[in-house]
């Protein structure tokens, strides 16, 4: 599959959220949503995975696995799952902190408690500096 930029990899990101929100509602647990997410991003022909350890590094210091990523998908999107009733500002730094630390450009916040799955998406871009 030729290489897919991030605008098109977090359209099917989002298409197939609204598919699994739809078939399972809101409520379950967040893992529920991640394995199958992950399935339906598979049947699209995209690259997943799940439980990304991220490091940091400090002065000459490195730490191993200081955070998890829920999803990277096609090593370019990374994909942070909430099962909660309303997203906070936290959440978004989160996300925010995971592009910083990986490099990565674009990140979805996708939250499965919200009624509608269209109120529980977040699109956050890291603003790379070269």
Known sequence: MPEMMENKITALVVDAAVCVHSTLGPGLFEVVYEACLEHELKKRGLTVQRQVPISVVYDSMRLENAFVADLIVNDKVIVELKSIETLSPVHKKQLLTYLKL????????LNFGAPLMKDGIVRL???LKD
């Open 102 to 109: 990986t490099d990565k450009r674009l990140g979805l916040l």
């Open 125 to 127: 871009a890291n603003d």
